[in-house]
Antibody, heavy 121, light 107 residues
Framework: EVQLVESGGGLVQPGGSLRLSCAAS????????LTWVRQAPGKGLEWVST????????YYADSVKGRFTISRDNSKNTLYLQMNSLRVEDTAVYYC??????????????WGQGTLVTVSS | DIQMTQSPSSLSASVGDRVTITCRAS??????LNWYQHEPGKAPKFLIY???SLQSGVPSRFSGSGSGTDFTLTISSLQPEDSATYYC?????????FGQGTKVEVK
């Protein structure tokens, strides 16, 4: 059974940093692209970042480029999102999601339950 | 970047009704269109990929159609458990944009 479990969310002041983790199980971790998607309060889903299975290629939304870094440890089956220079508008539930098929089709068949990040003074 | 627009933003329908949600892309995306169901406090659920392929385990009352720029999600007979927000998402190019969502209320 595929499982994705996010952790690391919390309350942080503007300008602060936070690192999210997503522990995965139930599939061949290194074979699949992984993605972070967020949902701000009262808003819809917003793509944040994607990393390929090998970890060689990464992609970012313009809204987080230069502030967030996606990475993965294929030996630990864990995905990360390092968030620096956080802004109030980064407040959201952050979900990790797995690509449906190896090779990067960009559709997401399994999602975690999410972790809440609140940026506030 | 490709923009995705859904309509309506919300709808209310009765059990057994046929419900249709529309999604339009700002440029052609062939059939690289996916649909998700999201209930508050839960993980989003993957419903349909490649515009019309039903994900394993998804009830057959859900169906998708369309290509190019115009797509639809249809629930053939609405059930109480279908109360949720539905999102389309294009996977033709990066960034993989989502529509703004359609909230479905079951009367």
């Amino acid at each position: 059974e595929v499982q994705l479990v996010e952790s690391g969310g919390g309350l942080v002041q503007p300008g602060g940093s936070l690192r999210l983790s997503c522990a995965a199980s139930g599939f061949t971790f290194s074979s699949y692209d992984l993605t972070w998607v967020r949902q701000a309060p009262g808003k819809g889903l917003e793509w944040v970042s994607t990393i390929t299975g090998s970890g060689i290629s990464t992609y970012y939304a313009d809204s987080v480029k230069g502030r967030f870094t996606i990475s993965r440890d294929n030996s630990k089956n864990t995905l990360y999102l390092q968030m620096n220079s956080l802004r109030v508008e980064d407040t959201a539930v952050y979900y990790c999601a797995k690509d449906r098929a190896s090779g990067g089709y960009g559709d997401f068949d399994y999602w975690g339950q999410g972790t809440l990040v609140t940026v506030s003074s | 970047d490709i923009q995705m627009t859904q309509s309506p933003s919300s709808l209310s329908a009765s059990v057994g009704d046929r419900v249709t949600i529309t999604c339009r892309a700002s440029q052609s995306i062939s059939n690289f269109l996916n649909w998700y169901q999201h209930e508050p406090g839960k993980a989003p659920k993957f419903l349909i990929y490649a515009a019309s392929s039903l994900q394993s385990g998804v009830p057959s009352r859900f169906s998708g159609s369309g290509s190019g720029t115009d797509f639809t999600l249809t629930i053939s007979s609405l059930q109480p458990e279908d109360s949720a927000t539905y999102y389309c998402q294009q996977s033709e190019s990066t960034p993989p944009a989502f529509g703004q969502g359609t909230k479905v209320e079951v009367k």
